[in-house]
Nanobody
Framework: QVQLVESGGGLVQPGGSLRLSCAAS????????MGWYRQVPGKQRELVAT???????NYANSMKGRFTISRDNAKNTVYLQMNSLKPEDTAVYYC????????WGQGTQVTVSS
């Protein structure tokens, strides 16, 4: 069983930056593919970025060059550095862990507005 707790969301102005963190409980964190997804009301949850157990990353096209996913296996934590934020990045951001099955965090709200 894995529990995921996201933090770091909040209100930021367009062009600003935020760093999200996701702390995972349980063992074998280094084996998990970790990911960030986001969702706005009325729309499907969409991929933001993933990082495999060996550090291979994948990004949705609209996030490439602006967002960076990373992980610290010693701290059981995955991060999402978000730069050059736009109003359309406003969403609830969810952490995901996948190995034999998928686990989700409770989400953290990111609002980009002036």
């Amino acid at each position: 069983q894995v529990q995921l707790v996201e933090s770091g969301g909040g209100l930021v102005q367009p062009g600003g930056s935020l760093r999200l963190s996701c702390a995972a409980s349980g063992s074998n964190f280094s084996r998990y593919t970790m990911g960030w997804y986001r969702q706005v009301p009325g729309k499907q949850r969409e991929l933001v970025a993933t990082i495999t157990s060996i550090g291979i990353t994948n990004y949705a096209n609209s996030m490439k060059g602006r967002f960076t996913i990373s992980r610290d296996n010693a701290k059981n934590t995955v991060y999402l550095q978000m730069n050059s934020l736009k109003p359309e990045d406003t969403a609830v951001y969810y952490c995901n862990a996948k190995y034999a099955r998928a686990y989700w965090g409770q989400g953290t709200q990111v609002t980009v507005s002036s």
